[in-house]
């Protein structure tokens, strides 16, 4: 059950984003607020449009301004919406230009919503919210006959003012509105607390299962509480019920059989080949190995590696799978600090994502791998192919890093990666740069050319000065016209003899506006406050400023 609504809650989470981001991609959107001409009837057509095509019509939508303020709540969502002072989502998604998703509580609310900001001309003009309460997942476990109560602790019982569902037991929230009133009613007379504190129970002819919702900052703020009645298990459907885990147990039995059906000889012939069908009727790639070799595997082998027939032709050319394995962050390879991939793998089974390339494509796997047998050392491995989902979760991820207008990194990544590597340079004694930079009178490009042509000039100088850094220097876009590098193993001295070279290079450029840029440079000192380096190398850039600009000051 816990896996269940883990599952649907997840679910519900990228539907969520996915149509916030639908309705913040809509350019009319963007010019509206910009230009302060938003219809509240087109946007209220919109959102009864994507109400109408969700599986449950609990879903509210607001949209705000760049500072924050409210500008439209859709009709459905009046009582659910939530006071946009000092709330820490909407000033993280709008400071950092990032879409947020989370289990989170407002004024009259406690469900799933997803803040996603609205940009134009790579500027922030204002952010759509979306939010769906838990109704739509406690609806569809009903269908499964499994009961839900979902509560909200009761610490945060003053945050809510509305209370949508009018329901309390005790002083825990009760969050979706078709909670059964016999099950509140058992949870008030034996304590929520006795519930939410265990993960599983079995009493009273239920089967009682609770897991914890928790919110951006991953402290648990209320709890899914599923009530599955045991007689639907034992009772009535005993009879399905033993016979499907026989059935399981049977097919597994025969999996493993045929994984073996390498070495053991079969009397029946027809029987091992029955074995055999089942294992190549999976998606999943599945082996026989050990250490070094391949003792055999699956048809899906093959699916992938199609320039091979048999295994004796892959053998030929290859050894071991392994041989395919790219060495990336986060994925095993071949030897592990000098320890082979199966062993590594049966100590460390979480850890369990493999890249693969062959014929120039890229797929990533999770593998399970167990003995099957000591004496002979064999293996059996079970590739599950999670490509799709891999690349979605890098696009993501390179989308929430990279700024959309110069290509280059943006701040959130810049936050990121200089306390990484403070704490490398702290760990391993090696020293660290920052420069941070700008145009020199940008202001008065944007107001003599144009927006347009100002948006050029950013592409345009930040493309010549990539041709100047290295591989491992980070370049970052902090602000509007502000730039930051970090400089991996490079002093203070090197780091001001590299700002200079850029300076010169910008100057001498001339292409779209001619311009200029002024630099300020420090050095990071150990165990020193992020803060602090960041203050120094823009005293510097203030002081190159007022000497003059197009200059360079370290500090």
């Known amino acids: 059950m816990r896996e269940q609504v883990e599952k649907m809650i997840l679910n519900r989470q990228k539907t969520t984003l996915a149509t916030a981001f639908a309705i913040a991609n809509d350019k009319s959107l963007a010019e509206g607020i910009s230009s302060n001409s938003i219809e509240n009837s087109s946007y209220d057509e919109l959102i009864s449009k994507f109400i109408e095509n969700e599986l449950y019509k609990n879903s509210w939508m607001q949209i705000l301004d760049k500072d924050l303020q409210s500008i439209y709540v859709s009709s459905n969502g009046q009582n659910g919406a939530v006071s946009n002072q000092n709330r820490e989502d909407l000033l993280e998604a709008s400071t950092l230009k990032k879409p947020l998703i989370s289990v989170s509580i407002g004024e ?45 602790s009761k610490e945060y019982k003053n945050t809510l003012k509305n209370h949508l569902s009018k329901n ?20 008030r007379k034996n304590g929520v607390h006795n519930y939410i504190h265990t993960p599983q129970k079995f009493e009273n ?15 648990v703020i209320g709890h899914y509480i599923m009530f599955k009645k045991r007689d639907d298990v034992l009772n009535i459907n005993l009879d399905f019920f033993m016979y499907k885990w026989i059935g399981i147990a049977i097919v597994a039995f025969m999996i493993m059989m045929a994984v073996l059906g390498s070495f053991l000889h079969y009397r029946n012939k027809k029987q091992k080949m029955y074995y055999k069908n089942i294992i190549d009727s999976s998606s999943n790639i599945v082996m026989v190995v050990d250490k070094d070799n391949i003792i055999n595997m699956n048809k899906t082998f093959f699916k992938y590696f199609n320039d091979y027939d048999t295994l004796e032709a892959f053998k030929a050319e290859h050894q071991s799978i392994s041989d395919f394995f790219v060495k990336e962050e986060g994925c095993i390879y071949k030897d592990m600090d000098g320890v082979n991939w ?30 099957i047998s000591e004496e002979d050392a064999h293996y059996s491995a079970i590739f599950s192919n999670i490509t799709d989902e891999k690349i979605y979760q890098k696009e993501l991820e390179h989308t929430n890093i990279t700024d959309p207008l110069t290509k280059i990194r943006n701040r959130y990544c810049y936050n990121k990666q200089i306390k990484k590597e403070c704490a490398s340079s702290n760990r391993y004694f ?4 920052l420069v941070i930079f700008d145009m020199d009178n940008f202001k008065n490009i944007n107001d003599n050319y144009g927006h347009d042509v100002g948006d050029k000039v950013l592409i345009e100088y930040t493309k010549l000065i990539t041709t100047c850094l290295r591989d491992s220097d980070i370049f970052c876009r902090i602000g509007g016209e502000e730039f930051a590098l ?52 823009d005293k510097a850039l203030y002081e190159a400023k007022n000497a003059g600009r197009n200059r360079v000051v370290a500090i």
């Open 108 to 152: 009259g609310d406690f469900g799933i919503r997803a803040i996603v900001p609205i940009i134009k001309n790579s500027a922030l003009v204002g952010l759509v919210e979306l939010s769906s309460r838990f109704d739509a997942i406690s609806k569809q476990m009903k269908d499964i006959g499994v009961d839900s109560i979902v509560v909200l």
């Open 205 to 219: 002819h239920y089967i009682i299962s609770t897991y914890p919702l928790k919110n951006i900052q991953n402290i």
């Open 486 to 537: 970090i400089l991996p193993h490079v002093n203070k001295s090197d780091a001001y003899k590299l700002a200079d070279k850029i300076r010169s290079k910008v100057q001498e450029h001339n292409q779209i506006v001619a311009i200029t840029m002024s630099f300020g440079v420090t050095e990071y000192k150990k165990d020193e406050d992020l803060e602090l380096t960041f203050k120094r190398a």
């Open 168 to 187: 309390f037991i005790d002083d825990y929230y009760v969050a979706n509105i078709d909670a059964s009133v016999v099950l509140m009613e058992y949870l």
């Open 342 to 371: 199966l062993e590594y793998l049966i100590k460390n089974p979480k850890n369990s994502l493999v890249k693969i390339l062959y014929n120039e494509k890229e797929y990533y796997f999770t593998v399970g791998v167990s003995l």
């Open 430 to 433: 090696y020293p660290l740069s």
